[in-house]
């Protein structure tokens, strides 16, 4: 197949978005032709290293007119496809580049379908479902994510296919003599980092460590937060790292304390390097991931209990699941197998299309 990734937003080269993406790309490539159209110039340009990406030259702002924008980047995207065709389908991470790339389909006069690969619960989309009603598919990041978009769309071919995570020469993190406590991903309210500061700091008379990876705004009131309550030498801040599971040699448990999760790629991370994971019991991806096998999950904003579990860690009185049962609790999510249901949800929602339209 020749398939066409459409991101219609300006990505920081850092998220969550560019891991799964480029997993994918990789795998797909291998036997498909594969090309990536990007909005913008990411910020960091790593993640693209390998990736055959072609940038719009056009700038567009969100500030202008919907209408208009949407005539522009769909204008944009039918010049760089023209010299694309044949293509086969049509495969967007938002729901602009879901309607751009419909209507640069109508710009070439070809028949290719469309399909949208969410990477935030549906509610984060509500304003935009007429856009998404123009896929002739979606697919599903986790369990939770694919019974909104039936129930949204129930019209559609709605298929799960999760987010890929990488076990070819990853290795297990050593399990530390005193409890190491590790969070990643972005400092930004959402995130609640703030959560996990106060709920070690009833806990200070144990030996423990934070270590923190990652930056965002709430940088700065967090670090007031651990001065507020004397925790501010349990904790070492790393700051983003191109290579996070490199960053922290030692790892008890890796944290993460997320109002809203559509997938939780980072749990999946930690466990297939066999770090048990202690998460809230948000919508939508860590109930589906965490288990008594590999970890434990809190009720959201539950405080009093995330403290209990991390109390139990430290005193040794809850056993930790060992690294091979972490690894073996997300075999199923490893990009070889994602892949291959990524690859078989295209294919059926092209040739349902191409039924519909005989």
Same mark, same amino acid.
């Given at each position: ?82 010299? +694309? ?16 790339? @419909?209507?640069?389909? $109508? ?23 007429? %856009?998404?009603?123009? !896929? ?6 986790? $369990? ?49 980092? %703030? ?8 806990? =200070? ?20 937060? @651990?001065? =507020?309550?004397?925790? #501010? $030498? ?6 983003? =790292? ?63 209990? +995330? ?17 091979? !049962? ?9 990009? #070889?197998?994602?892949? $291959? ?18």
């Amino acid at each position: 197949m020749n398939i066409i990734f459409v991101v219609d937003i300006l990505l920081s080269g850092r998220g969550g978005m560019e891991t799964a993406l480029s997993l994918i790309y990789h795998e797909l490539k291998q036997r498909h032709n594969v090309i990536v159209i990007l909005k913008g110039k990411s910020e960091d340009s790593t993640w693209e290293e390998g990736i055959n990406a072609r940038v719009l030259s056009q700038k567009m702002s969100d500030l202008i007119p919907r209408n208009v924008l949407l005539n522009i980047y769909s204008a944009a995207l039918a010049n760089v496809m023209k010299d +694309l065709l044949p293509m086969d389908i049509i495969v967007s991470t938002g729901p602009t580049g879901v309607k751009a790339a @419909s209507m640069a389909v $109508e710009r070439l006069n070809v028949q290719v379908p469309v399909v949208s690969w969410l990477h935030f619960n549906l509610d984060f989309y509500y304003r935009f479902f007429e %856009d998404l009603r123009a !896929a002739d598919g979606h697919l599903a990041i986790s $369990e939770g994510n694919l019974k909104d978009l039936q129930c949204v769309f129930p019209e559609k071919q709605n298929k799960l296919v999760y987010n890929p995570v990488k076990f070819d020469n990853v290795t297990y993190v050593t399990r530390p003599s005193h409890p190491v406590f590790l969070y990643v991903g972005r400092l930004a309210e959402v995130k609640n980092v %703030d959560h996990i500061i106060k709920a070690l700091s009833p806990l =200070q008379k144990n030996h423990f460590e934070l270590h923190i990876i990652g930056d965002g705004k709430e940088y700065e009131p967090l670090l007031e937060l @651990s001065h =507020q309550l004397g925790i #501010q $030498e349990r904790i070492i801040w790393h700051g983003w =790292q191109q290579k996070p599971w490199d960053t922290v040699p030692c790892v008890t448990s890796l944290l993460l304390t997320s109002d809203t999760e559509p997938f939780g790629l980072v749990l999946i991370e930690a466990l297939s390097r066999g770090i048990p994971v202690v998460s809230s019991n948000c919508k939508y991806g860590p109930r589906e991931i965490v288990n008594s096998s590999n970890g434990w999950l809190y009720e959201p904003n539950d405080l009093e209990q +995330l403290t209990s579990i991390l109390g139990r860690i430290m005193d040794s009185g809850q056993p930790s699941p060992s690294p091979e !049962a972490c690894r073996e609790s997300v075999r199923k999510y490893a990009v #070889q197998s994602i892949a $291959e249901q990524f690859e078989q949800a295209l294919l059926d929602i092209a040739m349902k299309r191409a039924i519909q339209h005989e």
